[in-house]
């Protein structure tokens, strides 16, 4: 079993930057990889960016490449989301989740562990 909370989101303005960050207890956090989706009001939870248990690797959506970036600390058990150049479309409960798979994915089936959500909301 893995609890992961998440914390940092909070109200910005377009075109700020924000840092989410989830920590991680229970079982060897190192052993998974991590993911970061989001839910925004009447939607589907989406996919948002993972990182290996290395963090040898990353993956991002094309909706927030090259403005998000996904780190971890193994040592702290932690994982965090830096989001620059905010846009009120990433108006969402950021959630982190952890998977036991060995190849990256943007699909929620292949995470087994959610936290409860961060809100992050951005206005224009």
């Known amino acids: 079993q893995v609890q992961l909370v998440e914390s940092g989101g909070g109200l910005v303005q377009a075109g700020d930057s924000l840092r989410v960050s989830c920590a991680a207890s229970?079982?060897?956090?190192?052993?998974?990889?991590m993911g970061w989706f989001r839910q925004a009001p009447g939607k589907e939870r989406e996919f948002v960016a993972a990182?290996?248990?290395?963090?040898?690797?990353?993956y991002y959506a094309d909706s927030v490449k090259g403005r998000f970036t996904i780190s971890r600390d193994n040592a702290k058990n932690t994982v965090s989301l830096q989001m620059n150049s905010l846009k009120p479309e990433d108006t969402a409960a950021y959630y982190c989740?952890?998977?036991?798979?060995?190849?990256?994915?943007?699909?929620?089936?292949?995470?087994?562990?959610w936290g409860q959500g961060t809100q992050v909301t951005v206005s224009s």
């Open positions: 989740a952890a998977s036991s798979r060995l190849v990256l994915s943007d699909r929620r089936r292949e995470y087994d562990y």
């Open positions: 229970g079982r060897t956090f190192s052993r998974y990889a």
């Open positions: 990182i290996t248990w290395s963090a040898g690797g990353t």
